[in-house]
Each structure stands twice: as C-alpha cells, then as structure tokens.
C-alpha cells in the first residue's frame, strides 16, 4: 500500500497499515524508554523534559491501530513508571492508558507516516499527557500544582521534534510487510 | 445480536483498565485525615444509605408503635387520663426541666458550662463488625473534625474520633481495645491510664500498688494525654486487686452507663478545667441558662438577695425601713413596724390556716421547692458561666 504525500485522512480503516512488532521490541523498547527517563537526567539535567515512555506509548498505539493493544501498552508503561515514582501507583498508568487508547483511536484514522501528523500528534498527545495528569493530582492527591500551560506548550514542541526521530528510529524495528 | 459490551469491546477495556487503576490508586492514597481514599469513598457512598436506612427503621417502629399495636391504647388511654390531675401540678413544675431534657439542649447546656469548645454530633450507626466497638457520627472534617479529638457526653467521656471522613467520623468507644486515656482520682493523688478492653468493664493500668484506691472512686481525665482536657468524669472504680507492680483496677466507664448515646459533643478545642470536689452524681445536667435581666430603674432597683440567711434578714428589713421612710441604718431613732409587710398583700391561701390540707405547708421562710431549685440552678449557672462555646 502506497501514501500519497498530500493524504492526511484516510478513507477507511483497512487503508490504514497496521505495524507489527516483534515481541522483544515491545519490551525493550519500553523498558529503555523507562530507563532513559530515570537515568539519563541525573546526568543530564537539561533533558528532563523528555517523556520518553509516553513517546513510546503514543509510538505503538498509533502504530498498531489497536485501541486495547494502545491502552494495554499505556497501562503497562504507565504504572512501570509510577513503580519508580514517589507518587501511587496508578497516576502515570491512568494517564497512560488513556493516551494510549486515543493514539490508537486516532492512529485508524490518520496517516500516521506522515512526519508533520506524528510532530503534531506528539504535541497533542503531551498536553493531553500533562493536563490529565494535572488534573488527577489534584483531585486525588490533592496537590496544589500550578497550571504551566505554556511550559507544557514548549515542552510539548519539544518532545515532537523528538518523537520525530524517536519514531523514524523506531520505524526501522517494525516487522517488513 | 451482537451484545453492547462486544461492540464497544476496546471502550470497554479502557474503562475497565482505567477503573482498576482507580481503585489501585484509591487503595493508596490517603487523604488529610491519613485514612485511604478508597475507605473514604466507601464510607462516603455507605453513610447517606446508612442513614436512610435507619431514618426508615426509625419510621417504621414509630408507625408500627403509634398507630398499628393499639391494643392497650383504649386501657391506657383511661389509665392516663386519670393520671392527668394528679400530674398537672407536678408538670407546672417539671414543664421546664422535661424541656431541657431535650438532648439538644441538655448538650447545648453542657457545652456553654465547659470552657472547651465542641461540635454537637448525632451517633447514625455503628461501625462494621460484630465486635467493633466504634461509631459512625454525623460530622466529618466539613465542621472542624480531625483525628484523635475527644468525643463526650455530660455525663463523662465516651471516646476519641478515629477516622474523620468528609461527613462523617468514625469514633472509637472507651471501652474498644485500642482506646486509652489518662486518668486520675477525684482526690488528684492517683493517676493511671484507663484501657479499654473490648468489654464494658474498662481497666486503669499503671497504679502502682502502693497507691489507696478504693471501689466507689470517680476517676477523671487527667489531661496528659493530649485527648482529652482534665476535669472530665471517666469512671468509676468497681474493684480493685494488688498486684506487683500495679494494681488491677475495674471501673465501669460513666459515659456509657446509659448505653451508646445518642448525641454526643467531639471535642476540637481542649480547655483544661477542674476536676469537680462533689461526686459527679449531682451534676447539673440540665440547667436553665439563666435568663436575660429585665430592665429596671435604678431608683426602684432592689438589691440581689444575698446567698446567706442573714443577708437575707438585713434585706428584707432594709426594705421594710426604705417602705416607711426610715432609711436603714440612718439612726433617726425611729423604729420601723418590722410586723408590717413590705410588699403587697398575698392573696388569701385557698385552705384556712388549720383546715384539713392534704398537704403539708412548708414553714415560713422556706421558698418553695420550684424556687429553690431555680435559685439551686441559677447559682450553678452562674458559678459555671464560662467561655465554653458549642458549634451546631
């Protein structure tokens, strides 16, 4: 199946490409992401900002068109996570499957190669990401977090033009047609 | 047909995963009262249903009591009736004190006697477990409440809050296994910790056995344990055994000797007060706060008779001498016509003097048993005002 470079939308879902990965690509793909993000900061301060395993959730179930394969891999992900937080576990996994089965929700409609979508897609899915997260901090924990909409708008752009290499990476693990 | 739950499969999934991580979460956290979201949330959803529950309970004995089980009411009925004159006068005098047995006000009367302030909370169902000894009471952390506050009655304490929901608190009983306080003697000699034992005999531990303590003994709270402020009643001491090193002491908890009550003030601003000398027996439970003075010119104003018997003989003549223009103690000479009266006739008693009365009068100079309990009640009152307030 061929995409013309000026298609966004696709017409159905079978014209849509499912990706397959092999099985080890789906655990360690996600188990580096998770490392990355704890390790890589204490060394490197200035690259925190990066959600590594929220790229990698939003990198699979687009993908894979899957909503509960999305949502599964968000949820697995997301509370691999809250294990290595201070917070309960559940914050990072909610949020997670939540991003996880909209990406896929969306990845069946979308023309996901395409390099502009998967920049617009990562910003969408981090505010998304930031938001709930905002939100279940404050109604469960009761935390009294400010609203950096504009931070997270930054971070946002910034987070895209990794996932944009992130995801032309990850492209090349994709099991060939 | 294909079933609602296969068609939306993938909705239903996320709903499901994202359910269970809620409760995942609700399992952890806890909230300022340090009692789990998801215990919260059970109390929260249960309490409204439990009160329904026994809002209908209650309606449905009453309906049953009042209106379906009238065999005897037609006996009774007459039985009463007969009653009623023998009753009246006795209610003339009793109408005030069967108002202020209104739980309400007896609490609202206590409160404002204590210097402590207190939130009034109703008991709405005991908590879960056949052997739990702890209550469920209307108010949470909305009006004030927080964890380990002292909850009692005028008649002494009854326990300590030991979960606090949004609308409700849990409070654990004195006599629940985990319930401990600090109390000491009337005498202020003899302090130890009273221990609830999961039974109604409680157990005061850590008397050493030199120490006089005799069954019969009121214990109160000595206020060292943070809980409650001194001065409230705790117990009462039933037997006492030596030991080494202590002594094995029994009290029989007094706010609970009416059973569970009912209505009860939880403590969220601890006073320190003293620990009464009289045997909290006579404790004036229900008294009449005293009423607002009316206004009076200053001219006519009498003095307020004084308390002793021979303050009230000087009174009395200073007013029969102001009546007959001999200023009291002005030493004009003149002698005031002490046989005269200073007030107003009284009316003409009904039964003559020496006539067959059923009942015997009281000597002259006696007030009669309404008055001397008023004044009883107004001298407690005023001897008691304090700063105590009470949040409703």
């Not at chain 1, 971070?155 to 047609?177: S, T």
Request: proline share 7%; with cysteine.
């Amino acid at each position: 199946m061929s995409y013309s470079s000026g298609r966004i939308l696709l017409s159905s879902q079978r014209e849509g490409q499912v990706s397959r990965f092999r099985p080890w690509v789906m655990v360690v793909v996600p188990l580096a992401a998770i490392l990355f993000q704890v390790y890589v900061p204490l060394f490197f301060q200035f690259l925190k900002f990066i959600e590594m395993p929220l790229l990698v959730v939003v990198y699979f179930a687009l993908m894979r068109r899957n909503q509960i394969g999305g949502l599964l891999v968000g949820a697995m992900i997301g509370l691999a996570q809250d294990s290595l937080s201070k917070n309960p576990l559940g914050m990072y996994g909610i949020v997670d499957t939540w991003v996880g089965y909209v990406a896929a929700s969306v990845g069946a409609r979308l023309d996901v190669d395409h390099a502009v979508i998967r920049f617009l897609l990562a910003i969408f899915f981090y505010l998304v990401h930031q938001v709930s997260y905002w939100i279940l901090e404050h109604m469960l924990l009761g935390h009294q977090s400010a609203f950096k909409i504009d931070e997270w708008l930054m971070f946002g752009v910034l987070n895209a033009v990794v996932a944009v290499a992130l995801f032309h990476f990850l492209d090349k693990l994709r099991e060939p047609a | 047909m294909e079933s609602p739950l296969n068609r939306y499969r993938s909705f239903t999934v996320l709903v499901l995963v994202i359910f269970a991580q809620f409760v995942l979460l609700a399992v952890q956290v806890k909230n300022d009262q340090n009692v789990s979201v998801i215990r919260s949330w059970t109390v929260n959803a249960v309490s409204p249903v439990a009160r329904v529950l026994e809002w209908g309970r209650h309606s449905s004995v009453g309906f049953i009591r009042n209106y379906v089980l009238l065999r005897d009411a037609g006996a009774e009925n007459r039985r009463l009736q007969s009653e009623l004159d023998r009753l009246t006068v006795e209610n003339v005098f009793l109408r005030n004190e069967l108002n202020l047995a209104d739980r309400a006000k007896a609490l609202e009367s206590f409160a404002a006697r204590i210097p402590s302030r207190t939130v009034a909370a109703t008991v709405f169902a005991s908590a879960a477990g056949s052997d739990s000894n702890a209550v469920l009471v209307d108010r949470g952390s909305a009006s004030g409440i927080e964890r380990g506050m002292g909850v009692i009655t005028p008649y002494g304490i009854v326990g300590k809050v030991l979960k606090v929901y949004t609308m409700s608190s849990m409070v654990g009983l004195i006599n629940d296994q985990d319930f401990a306080a600090g109390v000491v003697t009337q005498n202020g000699q003899v302090r130890g910790v009273l221990k609830g034992q999961g039974k109604p005999m409680c157990k005061v531990d850590y008397v050493p056995f030199e120490d006089k303590v005799a069954a019969g003994d009121l214990l109160f709270t000595s206020g060292d344990d943070h809980i409650f402020p001194r001065g409230f009643a705790a117990g009462v001491v039933k037997s006492v055994r030596n030991g080494q090193p202590f002594k094995e002491i029994m009290a029989e908890p007094i706010g609970l000797r009416q059973g569970i009550p009912q209505d009860v003030l939880i403590i969220v601003e601890g006073v320190h007060q003293d620990i009464p000398d009289a045997p909290q027996s006579n404790q004036a439970v229900y008294i009449n706060p005293s009423p607002p003075a009316a206004p009076q010119p200053e001219e006519s104003a009498a003095p307020a008779a004084p308390g002793t018997e021979a303050d009230r003989a000087r009174a009395q003549a200073k007013a029969i001498s102001d009546a007959q223009g001999h200023p009291f103690g002005s030493g004009d000479g003149k002698i005031p016509d002490f046989n005269a009266r200073s007030g107003p006739p009284a009316p003409a008693p009904a039964t003559p003097p020496g006539g067959p009365a059923a009942t015997p009068q009281p000597p002259a100079g006696t007030p009669p048993p309404a008055a001397s309990s008023g004044t009883r009640r107004a001298n407690q009152a005023a001897g008691a005002s304090s700063g105590g307030k009470q949040d409703r």
